[in-house]
Nanobody
């Protein structure tokens, strides 16, 4: 019922920028939050940023001041503007959403998009 499609990943030099997009498709639900997680090789999947339906945001300390999460509610799309990229930002970035269906909440993940930052 719910699908997430990420886009915008790629190869960029250190100090450069990328903008990730994730569109949530489907019907019969309300979006409680949307966010981005990342997973580097051999590492756990960590929170990068999240934004709630009300617009509040939360960022990992490692990306504060460099990344900005935003949303386009009519399009059910979340963005991650990544500036001043560092090699340590290299990871697969996964879109995440928590949706509400009546009294239930479900979590969905995208397939991920690779971000590679060269030094």
């Amino acid at each position: 019922q719910v699908q997430l499609v990420e886009s915008g990943g790629g190869l960029v030099q250190a100090g450069g920028s990328l903008r990730l997009s994730c569109e949530v498709s489907g019907s019969g639900f309300s979006i409680n939050s949307m966010g981005w997680y990342r997973q580097a090789p051999g590492k756990q999947r960590d929170l990068v940023a999240v934004i709630t339906s009300g617009g509040s945001t939360n960022y990992a300390d490692s990306v504060k001041g460099r990344f900005t999460i935003s949303r386009d509610n009519p399009k059910n799309t979340v963005y991650l503007q990544m500036n001043s990229l560092k090699p340590e930002d290299t990871a697969v970035y996964y879109c995440n959403t928590r949706v509400g269906v009546r009294v239930y909440e479900y979590v969905y993940w995208g397939r991920g998009t690779q971000v590679t930052v060269s030094s």
